[in-house]
């Protein structure tokens, strides 16, 4: 079955500690993508990766880091997540000119 | 910043009624894709329409495109509880296919 797999789905964290969210996809998509999704604010881009080792910067990159060293893997990294971090995230993936496949979402709240 | 914004931004019909949301751009797009997100979960695409298409059906969803007015409208006829969900158009950012924006959204009940 063609997924994005994100996880962990949930997580309560303290402020500091460094944290990874891992997403996979199984599509052999080129594009993976990260969005954050807070209230009243839809979603917002983080980070995008066109290829392996091909990342570049979203919308709201602050705080956040990403590699791609596989094509099926797209990790997050909060270095030193802070209570402005606590949010609903997801991870995307797609080929071109198709829509994007979207994960489950991970829910993080940093204390 | 937003490319696509919703209206109405919540929605609340009875079972079998049709909802209709609309969806409004700034920039020239060469497509408009519809999602939609459950409670909690992930999104989901619906339906893209291409720039030089003005309809397009799936099942109990129509979906129409107005370039002129940068505009997009989603209908879902004969409305169900279980199409209760949030609905989000996107829109390519740029020349990139890649690349969407996202509206805030148009959260949807439907009263059994």
């Known amino acids: 079955e063609a997924q994005v797999t994100q996880n962990p789905r949930y997580l309560i964290t303290v402020t500091g500690k460094k944290l990874t969210v891992t997403c996979s996809q199984n599509m052999n998509h080129e594009y993976m993508s990260w969005y954050r999704q807070d209230p009243g604010l839809g979603l917002r881009q983080i980070y995008y990766s066109m290829n392996v080792e091909v990342t570049d910067k979203g919308d709201v990159p602050e705080g956040y880091k990403v590699s791609r060293k596989e094509k099926r893997n797209f990790p997050l990294i909060l270095e030193s997540p802070s209570p402005n971090q606590t949010s609903l995230y997801f991870c995307?993936?797609?080929?071109?000119?198709?829509?994007?496949?979207f994960g489950d979402g991970t829910r993080l709240s940093i204390l | 910043s937003q490319q696509g914004e919703e209206d109405p931004q919540a929605l609340s019909i009875q079972e079998g009624e049709n909802a209709t949301m609309n969806c409004s751009y700034k920039?020239?797009?060469?497509?408009l894709q519809w999602y939609r997100q459950n409670s909690g979960r992930g999104l989901v695409h619906l339906i893209l329409i291409r720039s030089n298409e003005r309809e397009k059906h799936s099942g109990r969803l129509r979906v129409t495109l107005d370039t002129s007015k940068k505009s997009s409208s989603l209908l879902i006829t004969a409305s169900r509880a279980a199409d209760t969900a949030s609905y989000f158009c996107a829109t390519p950012r740029g020349d990139s296919s890649y690349k969407l924006i996202f509206g805030s959204g148009t959260r949807l009940l439907v009263r059994p």
């Open positions: 920039t020239s797009i060469n497509n």
């Open positions: 995307a993936s797609s080929t071109l000119g198709q829509p994007q496949h």
